[in-house]
């Protein structure tokens, strides 16, 4: 006898679907137009001082002037808070689409665990500047000690056969110790103040680190696109990717230096403690509503543009830190979703 | 032709724990073979040896008659693993996401083309899941799902299929209607190698059985299995024999 399959419920909800799928792309559009006007800006910004583009950033500058005077607002006329936006736009799509494949590779601790690795790395920069001077924002040398902390957190997994939590526990005290250390040596050397890479602090976002997010961005969405079928094998069934000879090492490895780099990026907006919200919470909600992997990532960004747009407007109304904000706005999307979820598995099974 | 799978006086022990010991077995293209014996007793260590998953201490294995280490050509083997090692339970992926997983290694990092469509499509017609395409893996039975995870197989059209006691879980009307799928696959030269702990439906179905409990204790067709006893000799130490009636 052929197994009896239940197709009742789906095709009166067929639109519904397709009403879904229909919002989804409207969400993804904006996103895409979002992100494009903010990059547009950080690459003006950047190339102001050549004649052309230098014309061409002072009419972006005044269009948000007038953006300031028909809203209302006190925002769009400022550098440093497009700035901001546009490392949070950025932030908002980078981290869901990163955490979209850890949450589900149960790996979600690790961006935490990066995050730590990256503290240590600000402290070194501190330190390293305060000696030398002059070498930039402190992310950079963040970068580098979170990308080797990404490297060593693999070379143990590979060795433990797991991303167990005693080594990623040993990673992430061992880290954080180590910065607190540097930093203690630090402030006799230089009055230097930690505690906006703890919390977040959209005040620490200056040209130069947003642009650096906006590199890494590229580059990390550009990498996702070509090994997408790749990250989404391994992320499914490890041992069937590695018996199709796919060489799951490397895109293990992959996968937690860009989530390193993204961490990194994300660090001065949200928090050494809190960075690691954006990347799970995010995907937690899209997978309680979703259809499908594809949608599940579709939609991780959506909520984390909705995280970032709504607590950025809190944060900066409401001169409220900025990682507490975007994180108490995301686990709000994340309750609606639940109680979303749950009515729907309540019109299923009254079918 | 060479064979299928060419495995030659393998072993290989966890620690000091030998789990397999000098086992040779030959797997010819078109089989269909059993491979059974007690719990604990090295049948799947066997199995991922054969894949390349795990590499012997001692010993060689070959696959379609090359050294499985550098076996490149991965879209010829199907591996429909243990329940329990894949996401297909909680992560939200539609049975045709997973089912066109099965041309990743073909396609590599280039993009899915109308062929790929068509050879996943007609996957799922010939596992009988064409109307849960769109459906979540989770939502699924257990039955539904392993067809879904044999349907990946058959769109990598691979050679050989590799299945690690598929139907643990599964209800029984499912599971004849499960095996009688691989049968018929079998019958089209896709040569299979069967896990199963129900002796019952291996001796069934299968051409060949390979008993073993560590070391190899009976290999050959199924009447001669059925005759030896080999099974009471595997399985004396542990005396866990599952009987199962047709």
Redesign the interface.
Known sequence: MPETIDTAGETDTNSSIDRRLAVEMVGLVLTGAVTAVMLTFIALNWLQAYPVVGEWYDQFMIAGQWMDYYLGTNVFQWSFMWQQMATGVLIGTVAPLIGTFLVHREMALIGETLAHTAFAGVAIGFAAGSLVGGIGTPLYAALIVSIFGAIGVQWLAERTNTYGDVPIAIMLTGSFAVGTLIISWGRGQRGISIEEYLFGDLSIVGAESARMMAVLSIVVVAIVLYTYKQLLFITFDEQAARVARLNVNAYNTLLIVMTAVVVVGSMQVLGVILVAGMLVIPVAAASQISRGFRETIYLSIIFGQLSIAGGLALAISQSLPSGGSIIVVAIAIYLLTIAASSRQVMAISTH | MTPAVDIRDVSFAYGDAPVVKDVTLTVERGEFLGLIGPNGSGKTTLLHLM???LEPDSGSIDLFGEPVSS?????R?G???QQS????G?????VR??VT?GR??H?G?ARLTDEDTTIVESALETV?IT??G?R?LNEL?G??RQRAYIA?ALA?EADLL?LDEPTVGVDA??RD?FYRLLDSLNDDGITIILIEHDIGVVTDRASRIACINTELFHHGDTESFVESDALAEAYGATGQVVHHDH
């Not at chain 2, 090692?85 to 297909?88: E, F, I, K, S």
């Open positions: 894949l390349g998953l076996f490149e050509a991965g879209s083997i591996y429909v693993s090692t894949n996401r297909g909680s992560m939200p992926v539609t996401e997973s997983m990743f290694a396609a990092h009988g109307d849960l769109d979540l039975s039955g539904q990946r990598s590799a009307e499912s209607s």
